[in-house]
DNA sequence: CGGTCGAACGCAACACGTTGCAATAGCAAT
DNA sequence: ATTGCTATTGCAACGTGTTGCGTTCGACCG
C-alpha cells in the first residue's frame, strides 16, 4: 500500500471551515447551542450531499434528545452563513450540500436511479443559454433534473 | 371586440382528450369510477398547471367524500396514460401539467415569485447540452429551476 | 340478471417538512 | 456571580404525500 501520503485519505476532510463557526455566529448576535454544536459535528463528517433526514439521524445517534424542526432551523441559519446550500432531489426531497464550492447541477436517471453532477462547461452552458434568452439569473444547485443517462436510454 | 370568432375564447378548451377516458382505461383492464370521474371533469376545466393540493380541493367542492389518496393515486394512473404529467416546484411540491402538449421547463423567482415557463429554443440548448456532456437525456419539465429574473437580480 | 374476480376505494398510519408558542438557556453587561 | 434580554429550543399541530390492508364495487361472463 504505497504513497499513502500523497493524498489525503477518505476520512482526512478538511474540517477547518466549521472552526470558526461559534464566533461567526456569536458576531451575528446568534448563538451556540449544544444542538449546534451535534449538527456541525456531524456536517464535519461529510462532504458533498446529505439528506436532511440522514443528518437527523446521525444527530440523534449523538443526542438522543434531537429534534427535527431544530435541525432544520440550524440548516436555515448555516445555509445564511453558506456553510450548507440545500437543493431538491428528484422526488422533492431536500439535499444538502455541505461546503459548497463551486456550485453544481445535479441530473437523476429515473431509470436507475443513479446521480450525477453536471460538469462546470456544461453548467455555465444551460446559466447562459437562460440568461440570453429571458435574463434570467439561474442558480443550477437548488435542483435536480430528471433524465435518463446513456446506459438507460432505450 | 372583433374577431373573435377566429380563436379559441378563455373558457373554450378543447375536452375531447377526455372523451376517450373510460374507453382507454377499460381497454386496459381498469376501471371508470365516480372518484375518478370526478377528477376528470376538474381537469377538464385546467389547462396548465395545477397542484396537487388544488385539485384535491377542487374535487372535494363536487364530493365531499373525496379521499386524498385517491386523488393522488388517479394521477398516477392519468400519468401513465400520458394526460397528466407531474414535477416538482421550487419548494418540492408536486404540480400536474394538464394534457402536457409540447413539454418545457420551468423557471422560478426566488426573490418575486414568479414563473416562466422556458422557451422551446432555449430548452432544446439545454438538453443539447447535456445530451453531449454525458449523454443524458433530459425530462425538463419535471422540474423547476430556481435563480432570479432579470428584474429581480440587482 | 346474478355471480365472480380483482381493481379501486377509504382509512389509518407513517414520512418529511413547517410553524406557533410557551419555556429555556446563551451571552453580554453589571 | 447575578441579571436581563432574547435567540433558541421542544412540543404539538398542521400540510403534503405515500403506503398497507381489509372492504367494496366495476365490469365481464354465463
Redesign the pocket.
Known sequence: MPQVDEHLIDDDIDTSAWDGV?IR??AA????????RTLVDVLREHQGHV???EL?SRCRERDQ??????V???LD?LEEFGLVAHGHGH????EYHVLPGETHGHLYCEACGRQWEIRPETGAAIVDALAADLGFEVDLSHVTISGHCQGCHD
Do not use: F, H, M, N
Open positions: 461559534p455566529l456569536r448576535g446568534l448563538r451556540w447551542t449544544p444542538q449546534r439528506t436532511a433526514t437527523i434528545t434531537t429534534t427535527p424542526s431544530t432544520y432551523r440550524t441559519v422526488d422533492g426531497r431536500e
